[in-house]
């Protein structure tokens, strides 16, 4: 989208103007010439009982409160101007960071555009220059934007709201948040803008962003809190804040601020079918990016900590298999040998409710608070066990670099069991066979088979993953699963504990 259609457009409306005109009939108007504009100021138009309205008087105090957040954080908000050779564009770079099934899907849209339009097929060697916004976070010269606005850049500038430029010195990436940090030299100090509390939002709640969609600079729009706790599948730690103010190409890396105007969230992406604005934006919130943003100046990488579990939602068919009376909570699906989650004694089955005293309603708030949590600290946690509620000591740890998830693999299977009335075809799990699906140190009966429409095959459950636990068995051979299966029923569910690759997870297959 080039700024060039907003010319063709304004041209369109003045052409229908003057082709409308045409066809009126000059003579019969009356001349103008040498004729005074009487003009009307609000000492004439606006009566007194007019402004004492109690809606008037609310109308401009919100008026008042958007001009004074604009004018509180405009002087830190900087436009971005990132450079880049044309075989390492930014371009190419920030593709990669999207998931595969969405770099091509047009519901989401970053919105650091920095492709021209009609460009896709420069020679190599040509440099592309992208535009995104930042916020000043520190007097000093730190940064604050978007990991895919300076993601494979060459060279940075940094274009201040007082009109001077520099060229970033250094800048650090973390694109598991899609947050950066640039630094400049500044001979004087920078205004910072103040930074507010992203916890504290709720729903309705007014907000702005502020940026340079579509190039042009210090841009306002005003919106809300649509929603909190996002997870759109664009980034691997997502907890995004969704608003409805006005988020276009170029408005990445910029600062969603609150009416006292200090920022709470950085804008990062959009859902739209245009690649622009249409209603629902996303932001990153600001005790994350802050998070985000001492790690990379103190350690140059995000140092998260670890405690060595796989977890999933509860809905409502898991939480009544689990004898749970909510369905909120993460439910403990692996605990990895030797890790933090194993020394405490946690297990599979155990769902968790708190983390240091903060509710866990899912999976990503567990994350969110482990991943922040002090190496050097003992953190409680408070599960549900068998119906009991269990408080266990965690020490967490820094989270290994090793960390994967495997597809599981098709493979041949020694003899077998007929389809069950599950839909499931089994086979134990040799030692040959766990290997060949990475799953050596895995116990459990492997699926060779899943009948197509049965109750297996609804739920999910493909060839090639292992089934662990019925219920709360373990199992270990077809004979184990027989004696397993006489204890719960088809019509009521049958739960599962599953394995594929090294993700493990609970199903509820039912009749």
Do not use: C
């Amino acid at each position: 989208m080039k700024l060039t259609s907003f010319k063709w457009m304004a041209a369109g409306i003045v052409l229908s103007a003057v082709a409308g005109a045409s066809a009126i009939n000059y003579a019969a108007s009356p001349a103008l010439s040498g004729t005074a504009i009487k003009w009307s100021d609000s000492s004439v138009s606006a009566t007194t009982e007019d402004q004492d309205t109690s809606q008037h008087n609310y109308a401009k105090s919100l008026s008042n409160a958007f001009r004074s957040a604009s004018e509180k954080v405009m002087p830190s908000v900087v436009t971005i101007q990132s450079t880049a050779a044309q075989s390492q564009s930014i371009g190419n770079a920030q593709s990669g960071q999207l998931p595969e099934e969405l770099r091509d899907n047009p519901l989401f849209k970053r919105f650091f555009d920095n492709i021209p339009e009609g460009n896709s097929d420069a020679p190599s060697g040509r440099q592309r220059i992208g535009m995104g916004s930042g916020v000043i976070i520190d007097p000093s010269g730190i940064i604050l934007t978007n990991n895919h606005v300076v993601n494979g850049a060459d060279k940075l500038l940094i274009k201040l709201h007082d009109g001077r430029e520099f060229e970033a010195t250094e800048w650090k990436t973390d694109p598991k948040s899609d947050i950066a940090v640039v630094k400049i030299q500044s001979p004087t100090s920078l205004p910072a803008a103040a930074i507010g509390n992203s916890d504290q939002l709720d729903v309705g709640d007014w907000v702005m962003a502020v940026g340079a969609p579509f190039g042009l600079d210090e841009t306002v729009t005003a919106g809300i809190i649509s929603a909190k706790s996002r997870g759109i599948g664009i980034t691997a730690r997502e907890e995004f804040l969704q608003t409805d103010a006005a988020i276009n190409p170029g408005n990445s890396g910029g600062p969603l601020v609150n009416l006292d105007g200090e920022v709470v969230g950085i804008n990062t992406a959009i859902s739209s079918t245009s690649g622009g604005y249409q209603g629902i934006g996303f932001a990153v919130p600001v005790n994350l990016a802050r998070w985000v943003g001492d790690e990379l100046m103190a350690h140059g990488t995000v140092q998260r900590a670890f405690l060595g579990v796989g977890i999933q939602s509860i809905d409502s068919s898991l939480s009544t298999q689990l004898g749970l009376d909510t369905v909120r909570g993460a439910v403990v699906t692996d605990v990895r040998a030797g890790s933090p989650a194993a020394k405490a004694g946690l297990q599979s089955g155990d769902v968790v409710l708190e983390f240091d005293g903060a509710a866990i309603s899912k999976p990503g708030d567990l994350q969110a608070r482990v991943e922040r949590a002090s190496l050097n600290d003992a953190h409680k946690v408070v599960v549900i066990r068998d119906g009991k509620t269990m408080t266990f000591d965690v020490r967490v740890e820094v989270m290994p670099t090793n960390l994967s998830v495997e597809e599981p693999v098709k493979t041949e299977t020694p003899a077998q069991s007929e389809f069950n009335n599950l839909g499931l075809q089994l086979s134990d799990l040799t030692p040959d066979v766990a290997k060949q699906l990475g799953m050596e140190n895995t116990t459990g009966l492997v699926i060779t088979g899943v009948k197509a429409g049965s109750p297996a095959d609804t739920a999910g459950l493909k060839d090639g993953m292992v089934i662990r636990k019925v219920g709360h068995t373990a199992v270990k051979s077809l004979a184990d699963f027989s004696t397993a299966m006489k204890d719960v029923s088809p019509e009521d569910g049958v739960l599962l504990l599953v394995q594929a690759g090294e993700a493990s997870r609970f199903v509820v297959v039912k009749d």
